[in-house]
């Protein structure tokens, strides 16, 4: 029935004036919101990053330079040392005591064998040693970190959101068609609507994934300088280590060596002695005495000599040996000051991550405070139209109670709880009657008149057990299928059906 068959302009029955007067002040109502200008929302809707976000990332760019200084001063120290010559061993030469006899011609005179030093100890070759550099945040390409997360994450989100505006425009036609509005300004200004909340989603939504994005690629960047550098500073101490042992091994070869030509030395000599011993027995008594005595002198000079050359090269050998053990332990130490300097960037790192964090859930609360504007902003520029449709509710019910050609709708439904000892159980139900309809509003739209049919028929032919269902779970479940088109759509190709 139209406006016209509830203001008598159908045969055989008629309306009220006062709900003639009712309707008519209900569709001055509509006018006027209909005339209602589109007010656009002109505060920020994302929030903008803030200092503490950039101050974090600030700090993670200028994190490697922190142990910089201190990674230089170990790199000089540990050039300092690999330059270090150890205490040079050359071994003395020993000069054994001549000895005449007094009666009898010389024999061949026994002269000291001349020892030979070894090769001297080479110092540290330093080309043999690895050199340790820090990198730097730039020295990174960025997109070949994030490409990848932009690829699979941000492009996968925005094809969805794409998706969701379709299938939105696509109830919005449908809504339209329903409507006998498609093509129209109305039309237009839903879709226009619908396309601005696309885009600002759209921006909110990628903003975040870009921010998410930089961060994930900057803490990669600096896991891989990281250990970059750790494994520079190992290779390079390997390197240092293995330098050291060969220096140890040369030194120990040529103590063996100075050792082995000195007691060849000193076999030679014994058996020269041996020798001319053997010739003095040819000769007098005395003067074999007296030889006796040369030799023995002789033997004590040497024996004294010998060990005194051999005391002076034990102790070039200690002071060579220290000289070592001092120079590795200030490569020791560099290697401690390298990891220093690490451990300076590592922590400024850190801080500059925890102020990224701290920046981005500050972010995080101030876009909760834009949205909840905008969502305010939404309520009360839809106020009116809220307002329309109680209006519409309202007098669709008193047109509704008044041209049932039965008892008021008030008095059977009052009478009907009441046979069935739910009275005072079921009032809050009979009250809801007097909104209702939540699921058909939710699937027509405040704005179409189709949902008011389904009213009428829900209070009038409706079977008895729907109609207790309905008014006992119909705003509940209008609110669930809110965002849900798809489901929407099946529920009104059912509403379609009755009423008729």
Same mark, same amino acid.
């Given at each position: 029935?139209?406006?016209?068959? !509830?203001?008598?302009?159908?045969?055989?029955?008629?309306? *009220?004036?006062?709900?003639?007067?009712?309707?008519?002040?209900?569709?001055?109502?509509?006018?006027?919101? &209909?005339?209602? =200008?589109?007010? *656009?929302?002109?505060?920020?809707?994302?929030?903008?990053?803030?200092?503490?976000?950039? $101050?974090?990332? #600030?700090?993670?760019? #200028?994190? *490697?330079? &922190?142990?910089?200084?201190?990674?230089?001063?170990?790199?000089?120290?540990?050039?300092?040392?690999?330059?270090?010559?150890?205490?040079?061993?050359?071994? =003395?030469?020993?000069?054994?005591?001549?000895?005449?006899?007094?009666?009898?011609? =010389? +024999?061949? $005179?026994? !002269?000291? /064998?001349? +020892?030979a030093p070894v090769a001297d100890v080479s110092g540290v070759d330093r080309s043999l040693v690895g050199q340790v550099g820090a990198d730097t945040f730039l020295d990174y390409d960025m997109g070949a970190y994030m490409n990848p997360y932009l690829q699979n994450v941000v492009g996968s989100v925005m094809d969805n959101l794409a998706f969701q505006r379709e299938q939105q425009r696509g109830v919005d036609n449908a809504r339209a068609v329903q409507a006998g509005a498609f093509g129209g300004s109305r039309q237009a200004v839903v879709d226009a609507q619908t396309n601005d909340m696309f885009n600002r989603t759209l921006g909110t939504t990628v903003s975040d994934l870009y921010n998410r994005g930089y961060d994930t690629a900057s803490g990669l960047i600096m896991q891989d300088a990281n250990r970059k550098l750790s494994a520079d500073q190992t290779n390079q101490g390997a390197d240092v280590s293995l330098l050291g042992m060969d220096q140890e091994a040369k030194a120990r070869n040529q103590a063996a060596a100075q050792a082995a030509a000195l007691a060849e030395a000193g076999y030679s000599q014994d058996a020269a002695k041996t020798?001319? #011993?053997?010739?003095?027995?040819?000769?007098?008594?005395?003067?074999?005495?007296?030889?006796?005595? @040369?030799?023995?002198?002789?033997? &004590? &000079?040497?024996?004294? #000599?010998?060990?005194? /050359? /051999?005391?002076?090269?034990?102790?070039?050998?200690?002071?060579? @040996?220290?000289?070592?053990? @001092?120079?590795?332990? $200030? +490569?020791?130490?560099?290697g401690l000051l390298g990891d220093f300097g690490a451990d300076q960037s590592r922590i400024k790192l850190d801080a500059g991550t925890a102020a990224v964090q701290a920046g981005s859930l500050t972010q995080s609360i101030q876009q909760k405070m834009e949205d909840e504007k905008y969502l305010e902003f939404l309520r009360k520029i839809g106020h009116p139209a809220a307002q329309l449709g109680i209006l519409q509710s309202a007098t669709g019910q008193l047109v509704q109670t008044e041209t049932r050609p039965t008892q008021g709708l008030f008095e059977v439904e009052a009478m009907r709880l009441k046979n069935d000892g739910m009275a005072m159980d079921n009032a809050g139900k009979f009250m809801g009657m007097l909104g209702g309809c939540w699921v058909a509003r939710e699937v027509y739209g405040a704005d179409n008149p189709e949902w008011l049919r389904v009213r009428a028929w829900l209070f009038s032919t409706a079977p008895a057990w729907f109609r207790d269902l309905y008014l006992r779970h119909g705003e509940r479940f209008a609110a669930w299928i809110a965002d849900k088109p798809v489901l929407k759509f099946l529920i009104r190709q059912l509403m379609n059906r009755v009423g008729h």
């Open positions: 029935m139209g406006l016209l068959g !509830f203001l008598g302009g159908k045969k055989g029955g008629g309306t *009220p004036k006062y709900a003639q007067k009712a309707l008519l002040g209900m569709l001055d109502e509509a006018k006027k919101t &209909a005339a209602i =200008p589109f007010t *656009p929302y002109e505060e920020t809707r994302v929030a903008p990053v803030n200092s503490t976000i950039t $101050g974090g990332i #600030s700090t993670i760019n #200028s994190a *490697p330079a &922190a142990g910089a200084s201190a990674i230089n001063a170990a790199i000089d120290l540990a050039k300092q040392k690999a330059s270090y010559s150890p205490l040079q061993i050359t071994a =003395p030469t020993m000069t054994a005591a001549t000895m005449n006899a007094s009666s009898i011609a =010389p +024999v061949q $005179g026994i !002269f000291g /064998a001349t +020892v020798n001319q #011993s053997v010739l003095f027995n040819t000769g007098a008594r005395n003067a074999e005495m007296e030889q006796a005595a @040369a030799a023995a002198n002789m033997a &004590a &000079a040497n024996a004294a #000599s010998q060990g005194n /050359a /051999a005391s002076g090269l034990e102790a070039l050998k200690v002071n060579q @040996a220290a000289g070592l053990t @001092a120079n590795q332990q $200030g +490569v020791t130490a560099a």
